[in-house]
């Protein structure tokens, strides 16, 4: 099973620094056509994605997963349903234990892919990988996915592990 595989802060949704409210959280245009597109060309989609704001204490735990929760039915009242929400919430830097240390699954390594990838039984040679930062490119290719695609939102931003580099998420729609 091949998969579209988005970071959250900054291709789902507008990433304002450490969104975890409702209220903060104002999804990307062209977010729910791409995804229904993806669905439309047999792929599963997943979210992948770093939240160190619960290492470091800005929101606990809890609080992503109901955010999630309301993003995951956001995206099923668009005719999307999200295989799965994948986050980290470990980062060496925090105060917050036990998530203030390394961790496999923080981009730029592969280990939160590779865990969609074993839960969800995806292909990752045909798969996508859409995300915003460097490191999401370098997780990516780490963990073997076929296609890295990178949106910059209009600026530039080099990366030498994405294949292709996209300005709208509607450019990222013909990828599909």
């Not at 997963?65 to 309301?70: F, Q, T, V």
């Not at 080099?158 to 580099?165: G, I, L, N």
Request: with cysteine; net charge neutral; glycine share 10%.
């Amino acid at each position: 099973m091949k998969a579209l595989l988005l970071d959250r802060d900054g291709v789902v949704n507008v990433d304002h620094g450490y969104v975890c409210e409702v209220e903060q959280f104002t999804f990307i245009d062209g977010i729910f056509a791409l995804t229904r597109r993806a669905v439309d060309h047999g792929f599963r989609v997943a979210v992948i994605t770093n939240q160190s704001g619960i290492a470091r204490g800005y929101y606990p735990e809890s609080q992503f997963l109901d955010l999630s929760r309301w993003m995951t039915a956001s995206f099923e009242r668009h005719g999307v349903t999200l295989a799965g929400v994948f986050h980290c919430p470990y980062h060496k830097a925090g105060t917050m234990p036990p998530y203030n240390r390394e961790s496999f699954w923080r981009k730029p390594n592969p280990g939160m892919i590779l865990e969609a990838q074993r839960r969800l039984g995806l292909d990752l040679g045909h798969s996508l990988f859409l995300g915003d930062q460097p490191s999401d490119m370098a997780a990516a290719r780490a963990a073997g996915v076929g296609r890295r695609v990178l949106l910059t939102h209009g600026q530039p931003t080099p990366c030498a592990d994405a294949d292709r580099v996209v300005a709208t998420l509607s450019e990222a729609e013909v990828l599909l």
